[in-house]
């Protein structure tokens, strides 16, 4: 494995997301996760990335139930700021308010068994909060040692810079990947100037890149991705063709369409750490095997006419999520 620094914490090159050993993706079972996770850890995979809202909750009490006794091996990153509503499974509210977001790391260090969180991210940043009071409580609850570092997600560049004007931020997560490349537009710049670790979610565009989903089919009925409006109808077969592409260049390099994908990403940056997520363990193997693959200016360039920026066919969420991201 190799590691890079996001600004102060050394992680392993690629991280685990770890959202979908809980829901989201089909049919779930905590005990292959949890050997996932371990698993993870032999092969040098030390970051480890859930969130409160994941289950909800029990994301986070399956990630402590697997670092029991190795905690100090992981780097644990997890999230609050987006508050679901049993009673509505598709409600998504935004809360970034002082009081809330003490009581959601309290929340969450009984739920991980921890006594600190390693990277501490607000998940969505509320338009009715402003970022300076929300980042406050942040600084505060890492003055009280709850939390070592402090992150955003899916935040704009302008708030990127208000936030770290209150407190160092060691990292922004959102989501980059060959088919989702709005963050070049400034937020990978801002990073870089700020000296702000960048954190990609879905690097395989919710596995589309990976060539493994041929057909809308494929995806379990419960499947999230069945919302989706780059998986439906003509935007799937669109995307599709684009994929294609994809794994000719991985053929030829002799290497996966994942890895190839999860390669480009990486080739962004130093301080670029995807955290592609899954419950199994051939594919957490495939995928951090991708730190191996160097591509070559020639690569990149080929790479990039084949995926440009804005191919994607379809918005990358339905529009009852849409609203909540680039705050």
Known sequence: MKYRKLRNLEVSAIGLGCMGMSEFYGETNDAESIAVIHRALEIGVNLLDTADMYGPYINEELVGNAIKGIRDKFVIATKCGIVRDAANPLFRGLNGKPEYIKQSCEASLKRLKIDEIDLYYLHRVDPETPIEDSVGALARLVEEGKIRYIGLSEANAETIKRASKVHEIEALQSEYSLWTREPEDEILQTCRELGIGFVPFSPLGRGFLSGEIKKFEDLEADDYRRMSPRFMGENFAKNLEVVKKVEEIANEKGCLPAQLALAWVMAQGENVVP????????????????????????????????????????????PIYAANTNK
């Open 275 to 318: 955290i592609p997520g899954t419950k199994r363990l051939k594919y957490l193997e495939q995928n951090s095997e991708s730190v191996n693959i160097e591509l070559s200016a020639d690569d990149l360039q080929r790479i990039d006419e084949i995926a440009p920026k804005g191919f994607a066919s379809g918005e990358r969420y339905p």
